[in-house]
């Protein structure tokens, strides 16, 4: 009976399942969205291709990615072009960024501004959209609009990355800022500057070429070179490749006396990042106990020195000396000697 039972009450059970789903089915259908069309190249506007990025494939529009001249095929305002997703194709394409601006137009990223018109209001750039005028000193002839307090590089477009820079000096005051005070900003990818991609290297602030060097496991913006005097201070023409190389052998940061840096953040154990008037060459110091401590040799084989100028922010800090003439010239640690 216990058995005859439980069967009756589980095929009861099962019964009232049934007549739910009778119930259902006898009421006003629902009606499920059609699967979404299959993308077709053939039907994608000119200069677009279906491309697959993150489970999702539409029409996309294709980018140059390599950089033949100083013009680039490149993307809409608030675009970037970037390679596809492994497995996903070849063609390079045009991804939103996050670099939103409301209004693009003039007066934006990378235009020229003089730096006599200040820093957030300079007229040169187009405050409205949050440009400011980013230079390195008051007379800086190659000072640029831009944007500051960026997250990261996806807050910039591919020729930017997002880093950290001395606070100080800028294009309203000269001086050094306190050590370790330092502000993010948008920055022109230089000799050195991380990249992904040839189309992330613009051109130098000479004109030159740029392109993304893969160097001995380091990609790095690069420009073109036929003699080291195309090359910034610090780097040198590599000939078989004509493009130009830092005479360290390496652009990576590593923060030691003579490591290459953007600020004073790059730099370890109260160090500093900071260069000669007249040099392109950035590198950090090192504040040792006291003077005598500091190398006699440095970088490129280069004359280890003491600041000690009672009015100089860096006092007591151990630096690179290049000479001209066999005499003191400047700091650096690999900018060359001259005669």
């Known amino acids: ?13 099962l019964g009232s399942v049934v007549v739910v789903g009778s119930g259902c089915s006898s009421g006003t259908n629902t009606v ?16 677009n291709e279906c491309i697959e990025e993150k489970g999702e494939t539409k029409c996309r529009l294709l980018c140059l990615a390599q950089r033949t001249s100083g013009t680039v095929q490149g993307c809409p305002a608030n675009f970037n072009c970037v390679a596809p997703e492994p497995g996903k194709g070849a063609a390079f394409y045009c991804q939103a960024g996050k670099q939103l601006v409301k209004t693009p137009g003039e007066k934006q990223w990378g235009a020229p501004c003089n ?4 820093k ?3 007229p040169d750039c187009d405050s409205t959209n949050l440009f400011w005028c980013f230079g390195t000193a008051p007379t800086d002839a190659q000072a640029y609009c ?11 477009p591919a020729e930017f990355a997002c880093v950290d820079v001395n606070s100080k000096p800028d294009v309203v005051d000269a001086k050094r800022g306190a050590i370790g005070a330092t502000v993010k900003v948008c920055k022109r990818r230089e000799f050195c500057n991380s990249c992904k991609l040839d189309i992330d290297c613009p051109p130098d602030s000479n004109g030159r070429l740029q392109a993304c060097l893969d160097l001995n496991g380091e990609k790095f913006c ?6 080291d005097t195309n090359c910034p201070n610090e780097g040198r023409c590599n000939a078989t490749l004509g493009y130009c190389e830092h005479r360290a052998g390496t652009c990576k940061i590593s923060g030691e006396l003579c490591s290459r840096c953007e600020s004073d953040k790059d730099c370890k154990n109260g160090g500093a990042c900071t260069k000669d008037d007249y040099s392109t060459e950035k590198f950090c110091t090192s504040l040792p106990a006291s003077c005598a401590d500091c190398p006699k040799t440095v970088g490129d084989a280069h004359q280890g020195s003491c600041i000690n100028q009672a009015s100089d922010p860096l006092k007591g800090h151990c630096v690179g000396v290049f000479l001209l003439n066999g005499q ?12």
Do not use: H
């Not at 979404?36 to 053939?42: G, I, L, N, R, V």
């Not at 690069?222 to 003699?227: E, F, G, L, M, N």
């Not at 003191?328 to 005669?339: E, L, M, S």
């Open 146 to 156: 831009t944007r500051y307090n960026c997250a990261d590089d996806s807050d910039c």
């Open 120 to 122: 957030e209001a300079n």
């Open 32 to 47: 499920l969205p059609a699967p979404p069309a299959k993308c077709e190249t053939a039907k994608c506007a000119k200069g």
């Open 328 to 339: 003191p010239a400047g700091i650096g640690c690999y900018t060359p000697n001259r005669k």
């Open 222 to 227: 690069a420009p073109a070179c036929s003699r």
């Open 115 to 118: 730096p006599t018109g200040g």
């Open 1 to 13: 009976m216990k058995l005859q039972a439980f069967f009756w009450a589980a095929l009861g059970a």
